[in-house]
């Protein structure tokens, strides 16, 4: 079973840059798709990005598509995602979390392992 830990949020200026990190423990990081997905004070938890296990594929949002870039090392047991220009509504609790059927997903439900969260605020 993998563990997951966020960190990198933090308060950001609208059109800012952060890059999110997510560290995985676990022998099964290698053979599980990875996502990320936020929450708004609000709303539901919704879909950010995906990426396959083997790195090869990727999936966005829309709301993010151009902006957001996700990223995984195998060597590192990490993923991470790269947030450019971001907007005050992408303020929200972003997750990291795994599909252990390693495929691409942006489905809540698929998702089994998940991390803690890290806040991420964007405001002048």
């Known amino acids: 079973q993998v563990q997951l830990v966020e960190s990198g949020g933090g308060l950001v200026q609208p059109g800012g840059s952060l890059r999110l990190s997510c560290a995985a423990s676990?022998?099964?990081?290698?053979?599980?798709?990875m996502g990320w997905f936020r929450q708004a004070p609000g709303k539901e938890r919704e879909f950010v990005a995906a990426?396959?296990?083997?790195?090869?594929?990727?999936d966005y949002a829309d709301s993010v598509k151009g902006r957001f870039t996700i990223s995984r090392d195998h060597f590192r047991n990490t993923v991470s995602l790269q947030m450019n220009s971001l907007k005050p509504e992408d303020t929200a609790v972003y997750y990291c979390?795994?599909?252990?059927?390693?495929?691409?997903?942006?489905?809540?439900?698929?998702?089994?392992?998940w991390g803690q969260g890290t806040q991420v605020t964007v405001s002048s």
């Open positions: 676990g022998r099964t990081f290698s053979t599980s798709a």
């Open positions: 990426i396959s296990r083997t790195a090869i594929s990727t």
């Open positions: 979390a795994a599909n252990g059927r390693g495929y691409l997903s942006s489905l809540y439900a698929e998702y089994d392992v």
